[in-house]
């Protein structure tokens, strides 16, 4: 199992949230991207909720285009 960085690329205000770049979270996932794989995107948007307060699924914004993924692990 191996340990991303997830970190925001760009700016973003939609739903009443806004994300800012830099913001990122750590997690742990079997998957090479877990942002492109459905269960673990679902894990990525609930460590951003606990975090940062920010829905990432409901602004849209829950892909590659916004969010760089890094393996540190």
Do not use: W
Not at 4 to 27: C, D, H, L, N, Q
Not at 29 to 57: H, R, Y
């Amino acid at each position: 199992m191996a340990r991303y960085r997830i970190t925001v690329r760009m700016k973003a205000f939609s739903a009443g949230m806004v994300i800012e770049p830099g913001m990122s979270i750590e997690m742990a996932s079997m998957v090479s991207n877990p942002v492109n794989n459905v269960q673990a995107a679902e894990q990525v948007n609930n460590i951003f909720k606990a975090t940062f307060g920010v829905d990432l699924k409901k602004m849209g914004v829950l892909n590659s285009g916004y969010l760089k993924v890094d393996k540190i692990g």
